[in-house]
């Protein structure tokens, strides 16, 4: 009796070790697919069923949740994954300032975040909390360059800016304040608004008293719209620069015929048709645009990008990472953040990744394309 109760012990544990040893890994998705940034939200929230499902020989599951555009919903949400779904990592949130907001809970429960934000101050600078987290969207610098590069070649010697107020529109000016002053261009008005605002004109005519030869908007998503409409209703004729914020459907949409003409530095696959065949991410952006237009009707905004993306950057940590732990342990997230910092050459749909200690972010100038608006469609910049 002893040694039939003794080999039911030894089966039943061999059973659970087997069956942790089978265990999904669980990725948690945050995203804003309602609220005001729901523009950004809802292309993320659907790309999720195009990200890989397997990894290393362990299956991935995902368990996705709305913030509603709302910081203190982002928390909330972050913790029941932490707490109660114990995932292995996470995506998200949609927002710059829900994102800067969690990510001390990322680095105390030891869990990686991939955030596909536009701030890079959500990585920058480097620190003990920021370690644990991965941007998958290009850091603001790499596309201001872009954009001051331009600048300078065509004369400008005065600049507008019009950001919203919080750590995108604010990493914007700081990023830009630098840029300027190096290359001579000199900074005559930086203004602020809130997303949900409805009005800009207070702004945008203290700007235009300052009569810039180019104004930049640094707005992300559907808020990017409002200041350009309104400095073109008041009478601006200078030239309108905008950030990779604006890279969506939606901006030309309700910009129509005021938003001609903008130039603005961003993915590749707004203008994924014009780009060479040799380009390292074309055929990456090409399988995303084509397999998000099949199942939702409609082509992705960059934002959905961002959020397949953080899936194909942990398809290619998953492997590494099972050889020091198991999905569900400390030891297997501390693993998979490590093999995140040493993603190499990994082609995406807006870039190819090389991260690093001093670099979660891992874009260069291949993961930027200097476009205008043209007829009402996205073209490259020539």
Partial sequence: MLFKK???TLLLGALCASMTAQADVKIGVISSSTGPIALVGIPQKNSIALMPSEA??????????????DPTATVKAFKKLLDEEKVD?????????NAMGVIQFAAESGTPLL?????????LPMNEQKKWVFKTTQNDELIAEALTEHMVKNGVKT???IGTADPYGENWGKVMSALAAKNGIKIVANERFQRQDTSVTGQSLKVLSQRPDAVLIAAPGGSAVMPQTTLVDQGYKGQVYQTHGAALPAFLQLG?????????AASLMLVIDEVPDDHPSKAVARKYIDDYTKLNGSAPATFGANVYDAGLLLENAIPSALKKGQPGTPEFRAALRDALES????????????MSAEDHSGFDVRG???????????????
């Fill in 6 to 8: 003794a080999v039911s």
């Fill in 56 to 69: 290393g020989g362990e299956a991935i599951r995902y368990v996705a949740l709305d913030d509603g555009s």
């Fill in 89 to 97: 990592a996470i995506i998200g949130p949609s927002g710059s300032p």
């Fill in 115 to 123: 955030a596909p934000v536009g701030t890079a101050a959500v990585v």
């Fill in 159 to 161: 600049l507008g800016m």
């Fill in 256 to 264: 129509g015929r005021k938003v001609e003409g903008t130039i603005l």
């Fill in 343 to 354: 993603t190499h050459e990994l082609a995406g749909t807006q870039g190819v990744y090389n």
């Fill in 368 to 382: 930027r394309e200097l476009i205008t608006v043209k007829g009402g469609k996205w073209v490259l910049l020539k």
